[in-house]
C-alpha cells in the first residue's frame, strides 16, 4: 500500500492549488486522511485532518483558506488551497490511517510530498 500525492507547483502569492493524495493497494478501509507540511528548517506540522465520518481539523493559520476532502470511493483525499500566501511555502505530505485487514489497529502512512511554493 502507497500514498501518491500530486498538484504541488509554483503560485503566486494569493492564488490557488489543489493537492491531491490517492491511496493505493489492497485496503481495507481508512480512517483518518490529512496533510501536513514542512518548510525548511521548520518541523513538520498539521495543516488539516479529515476524518472517515467527515469530521476536519485544521491549523490556525489556515483556517478560511483550506479546505480537506475526502473521496471515499477513490481512497483520495484532497486540499484545496486558497488565498496562499509565501509562508505556505513547504513540502506537503499526506498522511493516512489505513486498515489492511478487518482487525487490528491502522498503519499510519505517509507519502512521499509535494512541494509547494508560493511567490510574493
Known amino acids: 500500500v502507497q500514498l501518491q500525492a500530486s498538484g504541488g507547483g509554483l503560485v503566486q502569492s494569493g492564488g490557488s492549488l489543489r493537492l491531491s493524495c490517492e491511496a493505493f493497494g489492497s485496503i481495507f478501509s481508512i480512517d483518518d486522511m490529512g496533510w501536513y507540511r514542512q518548510a525548511p528548517g521548520n518541523q513538520r506540522e498539521l495543516v488539516a485532518v479529515i476524518t472517515s465520518g467527515g469530521r476536519t481539523t485544521y491549523a490556525d493559520s489556515v483556517k478560511g483558506r483550506f479546505t480537506v476532502s475526502r473521496d471515499h470511493a477513490k481512497n483520495t483525499v484532497y486540499l484545496q488551497m486558497n488565498s496562499l500566501k509565501p509562508e505556505d511555502t513547504a513540502v506537503y505530505y499526506c498522511?493516512?490511517?489505513?486498515?489492511?485487514?478487518?482487525?487490528?489497529?491502522?498503519?499510519?502512512?505517509w507519502g512521499l510530498g509535494t512541494l509547494v511554493t508560493v511567490s510574493s
Open positions: 498522511n493516512a490511517d489505513i486498515n489492511l485487514t478487518g482487525w487490528g489497529e491502522p498503519s499510519s502512512l
